[in-house]
């Protein structure tokens, strides 16, 4: 399965990859440049846009438990006696404060919710600035949490566990699909984590507080006094170099039975046949998995359910990916129903609780299912390893005005990586296009 038909790799996607870079970086440099040269020297720090968050379709729903503990959040903000805790792309220190109760405070309070009702957001503000004390999560995008509630009150973005007298009291969450606040009482007994009143107070604000930013940028992203510290990573194709018994293994994870399949090789890479199935490994190291109509499903989740489909597009991503991707997560970023009746799943990749943002449509991966069974998925194989290096950013202010120089007043910054293919993956300020 090695061999000269992975000789026309690297040529491909050195040219594939400098036009990309070029088209999308003209205007967008230009722009920073005239800002920025003369005072940071900063060129690198570029400004594309990201896609809306998840969109929800046809009745899709999670249990708390799965959905809280599958997914951890990225950002964490803590408010104490003490004074304000905040911590962002350091995926590490967000896993310590999960570990340390901050998962279960939340997942907890919301099993013991009363059913929430909507809010005005100056009643979140409110929650915000004031109280006894609060843990605040951020997931990135929605995610699901009740398993009955088909509406807006279902789902959210951002969560926010008010407490009173060392216990949770409310939770109010953000649903970014429908820009709609909502809140709950805990009705139980839930304790807020003796580990969160040890944290030493960092300056963090949300941009709304801070009149510096408050409008130029979105009103909920988190501002610490000090810019992002990004590592660099070096990137490669994990597929590139499989020998033999490399290969074998990478089909076995797969399900396929490597006695029974039928390998050739085309222009554009390889096509693995077995049975009714085709699985195509392209010359840029992606994977393509079609099922015939009429065969036999080689993949199959419990249910029909939206969870039950998600955990098993994670299954096969992490059969596919977990030996080879470094510390790369998988995070489910949208699900949704296709005009053909097809649930779509887009998973992209997180590094230090930053997106990556791919080649071509910027996603890692997707899947389709019909019922319960796949008929197709892709999946962007990669290698992640940190390097010494790290990605200097600009202060979000400078980033903010910047981004209000380009017509971007009151976005959304958040740091991404853009994974182009090559040797060395880069995180810089993006912009986040509002839903």
Not at 329 to 358: K, N, P, W
Request: proline share 5%; with cysteine.
């Amino acid at each position: 399965m090695s061999g000269g038909r992975w000789n026309a790799r690297q040529t491909l996607r050195r040219k594939r990859n400098r036009a990309r870079l070029e088209n999308a970086a003209i205007v967008v440099l230009a722009v920073i440049a005239l800002l920025l040269a003369g005072r940071t020297g900063m060129l690198q720090n570029t400004l594309p846009a990201l896609g809306g968050g998840q969109t929800v379709e046809g009745g899709y729903s999670v249990g708390p438990a799965i959905a809280l503990t599958g997914q951890p959040p990225v950002r964490l903000m803590l408010q104490t006696k003490e004074g304000r805790f905040g911590v962002e792309y350091d995926q590490g220190a967000v896993d310590r404060l999960c570990g340390q109760g901050m998962t279960e405070l939340l997942d907890h309070s919301l099993r013991a919710m009363e059913p929430p009702a909507s809010i005005s957001e100056e009643v979140w503000q409110q929650a915000l600035t004031g109280g006894e004390g609060w843990a605040f999560y951020d997931y990135l995008d929605n995610i699901l949490f009740n398993q009955q509630d088909r509406t807006g009150a279902g789902a959210g973005r951002f969560f926010l566990v008010t407490v009173r007298g060392g216990q949770a009291d409310s939770v109010l969450f953000y649903n970014e699909n429908e820009r709609a606040f909502f809140s709950g009482k805990v009705r139980e007994s839930v304790p807020f984590p003796a580990a969160a009143e040890e944290e030493a107070p960092n300056g963090a604000r949300f941009a709304f507080e801070d009149q510096s930013v408050a409008q130029t940028l979105s009103p909920y992203m988190m501002v610490l006094n000090d810019p992002p510290i990004c590592p660099v990573y070096a990137a490669s194709d994990p597929i590139l170099d499989l020998d033999g018994a490399g290969w074998e293994e990478l089909l076995e994870r797969l399900d396929f039975n490597v006695k029974a399949v039928s390998p050739y090789n085309t222009a554009t890479g390889s096509v693995i046949r077995e049975g009714a199935d085709t699985l195509r490994v392209l010359n840029d190291g992606t994977l393509q998995y079609h099922n015939s109509e009429n065969g036999e499903l080689r993949y199959q989740a419990l249910s029909g359910r939206e969870r039950d489909l998600q955990s098993k597009a994670e299954e096969i991503l992490d059969r596919a990916t977990a030996p080879v991707r470094g510390p790369a997560r998988f995070y489910c970023r949208s699900i949704r129903t296709l005009g053909d009746g097809q649930i779509e799943l887009v998973f992209h990749y997180l590094l230090d609780g930053a997106r990556v943002q791919m080649w071509g449509e910027g996603w890692a991966a997707r899947f389709l299912f019909r019922d319960n069974g796949v008929t197709a998925y892709t999946i962007l194989m990669r290698s992640y390893e940190a390097t010494a290096q790290t990605a200097p950013l600009m202060p979000a202010r400078q980033a903010a005005a910047a981004a209000s120089a380009m017509g971007r007043r009151g976005a959304e910054l958040q740091v991404a990586y853009q994974d182009m293919g090559e040797a060395l993956v880069s995180a810089s300020w993006t912009v986040r296009e509002p839903r």
